[in-house]
């Protein structure tokens, strides 16, 4: 019995009624005649009300569900589908709380629905989160009314259901599909012309009107007194490593996703396609000290080691050691490897600090050096001054913009690969980046 009186609820209209019962009383006071009238409508009303309170508590006349997938993905929209299904003998109307998880901040969900009797519905909404982690559900509140909806009765579903947010591989398949299906071509996606032979041989074939006539094998041509040509393929089997500084650096925040987060979805959309082109995939985290290391491998199943590894990292508000990072990399990675690194220099000063470390490791492997640029000073610049102080600041953000130039300058100078990128067009660039250094046989 508690338990159901705690589960009912009055209606805005159940109160305006009772206010206006109230005035009519005190109106009664200079018009008698109306009194007993008054009485009616008051024993009427709690009829009424009396009567909808037993009907909606006369059976257990709702049923709900909040399904949510197995995991969200991080920085997309996620379906949240909600289903409800009425055991009530009349058409009822349903306001629908969920209680979502705090990291969101949303306090204000609210859905309105009309139900017909012993029907059952369903509505979905999205959810972007924007950091990783366990994401845990409060009730899912249903408040139920009908008739005069002078009152409602509460049921409360799914309390405490949690679900765990991973690094982004919605991203990650939609890049996979785009990226190895050469019939579908989208914005920023390269085609890199190969340049010469640095690939693996697989075979000897026939000519045909297309072939590269510098592939022409004349000994096989002689013997077979047709013309014939060698085919390669891309080198399989290389290390591919993605290093990831995780030091306050990479603290930053675009969009409301830190740096960090667009490093971790672009390394697992990037280790899916090296995996697909039958590259070797490691991973490497570090601020101060070594964090993570995952040696590289070419099954299929280390991808999900990978994303495992992935959805734990957190940055670290430290600076980071890349005197450690060489090595560590020394001692660990013996063949010639290429080292996706994403970090974030924003002074000049600070990419020299490092840069003694950085030819260190570019002399072993195929280094590519991985940092952003700042898309708030962007609109900056873009911005119209109106004043000294914002000539002051746009003159500033100039001087950061060039610096970046700078630094990817400095590091081509000295044979290094860079890729400078907006946050937004990370995974695209990277992914580009792989492609580019596959063609031309770089590694």
Known sequence: MIKLIKSLYFSERFFYALFGFAALFLLSYWAKP???????MVIAFVVIV?????????????????????KFSNSDENEVIINLASKYSFNTEIEVIDEIPIQFQKRDFLKKISISAKEET????????????????????C?????????????KFNKDQSVKVYPSFIQMKKYDFLAMDRRVTMTGLKKVRRI????????????????????????????HRDLM??????????????????????????????????????SLAFSNIALKKNDKVGL????NTIQKYLASSSKKTHLQTILESLYSIDTKFLDSDFGTLYAYTKRKITHRSMLMLYTNFEHISSLRRQLPYL????????LVVVFFKNTELEDLIEKETENVFEITEQTVARQFKNDKQIMVNELQRHGIQTVLTTPKNLTINTINKYLEVKSRGLL
């Open 359 to 366: 030819k260190a490791l570019n002399r072993n492997h195929l």
């Open 229 to 266: 040509v060698n085919q390669y393929q891309d080198e399989k089997s290389q290390p591919i490593y993605s290093i990831i500084d995780t030091s306050r650096v990479m603290k930053m925040p675009f969009e409301g996703l830190k740096l960090l987060d667009y490093a971790i979805n672009s």
């Open 196 to 223: 010469g032979h640095t690939m693996e041989f697989e075979q000897i074939k026939e000519y045909v009107l297309g072939d590269d006539i510098r592939t022409i094998n004349w000994k096989a041509t002689a013997k």
């Open 284 to 287: 490497l985290t570090f601020s």
């Open 122 to 141: 369903s509505f979905t909404y999205l959810l972007r989160p924007v950091e990783r982690g366990v994401y845990t559900f409060g009730s899912l509140n």
């Open 143 to 155: 408040y139920v009314k009908f008739g005069l909806k002078l009152t409602k009765r509460r049921f």
């Open 50 to 70: 009396f009567a909808e309170i037993v009907a909606l508590f006369k059976t257990n006349g709702l049923s709900g569900d909040r399904v949510l997938a197995e």
């Open 34 to 40: 109306i009194y007993p009238y008054i009485w009616l």
